[in-house]
């Protein structure tokens, strides 16, 4: 059994790609765009793959944000550059449009209450893939992600522990729907800000900005 101090290092590196704000280098050539048919929707990802990584390697997931996209997050993070330093590979899933035309994960917020998006089977069924696929181990897959994929790291936490070894959501919360039901059994970091004027410190469980109550 792992001992606590190396089951903390790949939430240590989750951190660290947040923090860096560099660009991936060279990595363009290791990229792979694929497509996944779910609810009878194509949809997509970016994956990228380290060279001469040894079979059963690592799994990390980076979700985006509210209206943001696979490859603007990648390109955020930096995580390309610390997977191929590090040896690991990482999947970059796109969220679907919502009504107004703006990507979202369905989490639960007020104005997506009418859309019926199984964003959690989605992930889910698209880590299975890909570890059936590659060799990816199931045991050592990790989920990250950045506001609106940070709630979604919470939610698939709450919902399905046994998919990921730890999540580190950035600037997410969990929202007031499935709050006090949740007991996510695994490893967990989590980052905020207290001048973050969304995704707030202390919590809107009143819902007075309209989300659903987070």
């Known amino acids: 059994m792992q001992s606590h101090s190396r089951l903390l290092v790949p939430i240590i590196l989750l951190l660290s790609l947040f923090l860096s704000g560099c660009s991936p280098s060279g990595s363009e050539d290791r990229l792979h765009e694929g ?3 779910f609810e009878d929707r194509e949809r997509t990802y970016l994956l990228y793959r380290p060279e001469a990584l040894p079979a059963g390697a690592p799994l990390v997931m980076v979700l985006h944000g509210f209206t943001g996209n696979a490859r603007d997050i990648m390109a955020y993070t930096g995580m390309n550059a610390i997977a191929a330093r590090e040896g690991f590979v990482v999947v970059y899933p796109q969220g679907s ?3 107004e035309g703006r990507t979202f994960w369905q989490v639960g917020y007020d104005f997506h209450a009418q859309l019926e998006r199984d964003d959690v089977g989605f ?3 698209l880590s299975r893939q890909l570890q059936q696929t590659h060799g990816f181990s199931p045991e050592q897959t990790f989920l990250t992600g950045m506001s609106n994929g940070g709630d979604m790291s919470f939610l698939m936490a709450c919902q399905h522990p046994e998919a ?3 999540i580190a959501p950035v600037a997410g919360v969990m929202m007031s729907a ?3 039901a949740c007991r996510p059994a695994l ?3 989590a980052i905020f ?3 973050d004027s969304t995704s707030l410190y202390a919590g809107d ?3 007075r900005d309209g989300w659903g109550g987070i």
């Open 205 to 207: 469980r009143e819902n």
């Open 193 to 195: 800000g207290t001048a």
């Open 97 to 99: 449009e919502d009504h």
């Open 123 to 125: 992930l889910l069924a």
């Open 35 to 37: 497509t996944l048919s």
């Open 164 to 166: 990921f070894r730890a």
């Open 178 to 180: 499935y709050l006090e």
């Open 187 to 189: 490893p967990l970091m």
